[in-house]
């Protein structure tokens, strides 16, 4: 308890990381900790969690932090001004895409990988990834999600031809450095127009990510019926793993918290149902899940509406009260327990 007559932590809690950080800056160091009622959920609970330990943080991971390792050392020779093979991306990381084909849940944690530091690296392979995965979940063709997952990966290459400076500035740009970084796209096409293990539609995405089908977008603005469906997959994925992700200038957001700023900050700018796909992929809810809100309580999800995929009505466990998310701007899910 605190100095409230609500408990800073109701019985039941299940005990993460996170929750031991809210205890700790309370000053408590110990709890009297249980299990849960049925043995078969624990033991399936402790099953899972232990697979997910497994082959998330080491295998998965490894692979992971050695194609990020790749494509740093390629965008590093890029910016010396050597050509880009594309079939050197493709043998480093198609090899990771497959690990995400074959366990899509693994796209829910790439981007507590990134680094502020090393993000421009990080971001070309996770943007890859959730490109390929979206493209999964779209039920594409399998040469399809291939070359989504390529475009993704690819997308920022033309940044090697920004000036380096450049891409370490944390302070405010200048309309004219704006309109250098706005130029990446362009570069990117530039530097794979003539790769024959790119489709067409691959290329068209990598010059139209940041295109958008308000026509807001650059570099051309153009129209919804001119941005085919890779392009819209890769805006998606760019602008969702840039908003989970610390940057130089600004702080990074729960998952939650960017599939609601590309749902309404961003309203009309994306394909609807493509960002339906990515969250079936990062921030899937089902009537019984039980979630963590933003005021520490767990919660378990009653009743979803199509309207508000992220904000369902919810059951305060501490308190059996009722909750509709959808009206009550100031509370919103910040992780799904299971």
Not at 119 to 136: C, D, E, F, P, R
Not at 187 to 213: D, F, N
């Amino acid at each position: 308890m605190g100095k409230t007559a609500h408990p800073i932590m109701p019985k039941g809690t299940l005990l993460t990381q996170k929750m031991i950080h809210v205890l700790k800056a309370f000053g408590i160091e110990e709890v009297d900790v249980g299990r849960s009622n049925s043995r078969k959920e624990t033991k399936e609970s402790t099953r899972e969690e232990s697979q997910e330990t497994a082959t998330v943080p080491e295998a998965f991971r490894e692979q992971y932090t050695a194609a990020v390792g790749s494509y740093k050392k390629m965008f590093q020779s890029w910016q010396s001004g050597s050509k880009v093979s594309v079939g050197e991306v493709r043998d480093f990381f198609i090899p990771l895409f497959e690990l995400i084909e074959q366990d899509p849940g693994k796209i829910r944690i790439i981007h507590q990988y990134a680094t502020k530091e090393e993000y421009i690296y990080h971001h070309a392979v996770s943007v890859g990834l959730l490109s390929g995965a979206i493209a999964q979940k779209l039920q594409l063709g399998k040469g399809t999600c291939y070359q989504a997952a390529l475009a993704g990966c690819l997308a920022d290459a033309g940044m090697a031809k920004i000036p380096a400076p450049l891409l370490r500035k944390s302070a405010s740009l200048t309309e004219e450095e704006y309109e250098e970084i706005r130029n990446h796209p362009v570069y990117g096409l530039k530097m794979v127009q003539h790769s024959p293990l790119l489709k067409s539609e691959t290329k068209l995405a990598i010059l139209q990510h940041h295109e958008r089908l308000d026509k807001s977008g650059y570099p051309f603005g153009e129209k919804p019926d001119r941005i085919p469906i890779l392009s819209r997959i890769v805006a998606v994925a760019d602008v969702y793993h840039a908003i989970v992700c610390d940057h130089i200038y600004k702080k990074k957001k729960i998952p939650f918290q960017a599939i609601e700023e590309l749902l309404e900050d961003h309203f009309g700018e994306f394909d609807i149902a493509v960002i339906h796909a990515l969250i079936s992929l990062v921030a899937h809810l089902t009537i019984g899940s039980k979630v963590f809100l933003s005021n520490n309580e767990e919660a378990e999800v009653l009743y979803m509406k199509p309207s508000a995929p992220i904000k369902p009505l919810v059951k305060i466990l501490s308190s059996n009260e009722m909750v509709d998310l959808e009206s009550r701007p100031d509370l919103f899910i910040t992780e799904l327990i299971r």
